[in-house]
């Protein structure tokens, strides 16, 4: 079955980096498009970017261009995001979540668990 | 701001049908397929419904999807408690993804 695992909880002080990653399961991970998409703490969902699993083609959010990169490792079926210049503003749930490559008409059909992001001094 | 317009809030009692809007423009829902997430408490967020209408192996009937010009419905049939959850659209707009700012669902 589709598994997506991402790494745990992390805690930044404003001003770091952080990277968070997702291992792809169950699937060939290069037929698929990775998203990213935040929640910040009792808050709706917001979508940061996507990987092209095969080419490591990027598309990113308007608002994290300048400080998000989304990076995958094929070999190891494993997709990236590295967020730079934390603020508190950072602090929520990410998640990486699956689609087919293009538009993806069939949503986000898989999900991983999320990873904690706390930035605080 | 959310460019997929939700109602914050939504209820019902058990064995109710409850409806979820979700208002965007000719970019995206007037153009793009609409898909549909559960999020229930403390856990990600699950596919409910995917181009508009489609339910994923494993989503019950109760729930399905419509699309009309530049607004989609969420419509869940014999309301269960278990069905307390947030609700979010999304769409695709130009090479990006959005969502709705979502809907929290009270079963009374």
């Known amino acids: 079955q589709v598994q997506l695992v991402q790494s745990g909880a992390e805690l930044k002080r404003p001003g770091a980096s952080v990277k968070v990653s997702c291992k792809a399961s169950?699937?060939?991970?290069?037929?698929?498009?990775l998203h990213w998409v935040r929640q910040a703490p009792g808050q709706g969902l917001e979508w940061v970017g996507w990987i092209n699993g095969n080419t490591g083609g990027t598309n990113y959010a308007e608002k994290f261009q300048d400080r998000v990169t989304m990076t995958r490792d094929t070999s190891i079926s494993t997709a990236y995001m590295e967020l730079t210049r934390l603020t508190s503003d950072d602090t929520g749930h990410y998640y990486c979540?699956?689609?087919?490559?293009?538009?993806?008409?069939?949503?986000?059909?898989?999900w991983g668990q999320g990873s904690l992001v706390t930035v605080s001094s | 701001q959310s460019v997929l317009t939700q109602p914050p809030s939504a209820s019902g009692t058990p064995g109710q049908n409850v409806a979820i809007s979700c208002s965007g423009s000719?970019?995206?829902?007037?153009?793009?397929?609409v898909s549909w997430y559960q999020q229930l408490p403390g856990a990600a967020p699950k596919l409910l419904i995917y181009r508009n209408n489609q339910r994923p192996s494993g989503v019950p009937d109760r729930f399905s999807g419509s699309k009309s010009g530049t607004s989609a419905s969420l419509a869940i049939s014999g309301l269960r408690f278990e069905d307390e959850a947030d609700y979010y659209c999304?769409?695709?707009?130009?090479?990006?993804?959005?969502f709705g700012g979502g809907t929290k669902l009270t079963v009374l």
């Open positions: 999304a769409a695709w707009d130009d090479a990006h993804w959005l």
């Open positions: 000719s970019s995206n829902i007037g153009s793009e397929y």
């Open positions: 979540a699956r689609t087919l490559p293009g538009r993806g008409s069939g949503g986000f059909d898989s």
């Open positions: 169950g699937y060939t991970f290069t037929g698929y498009y």
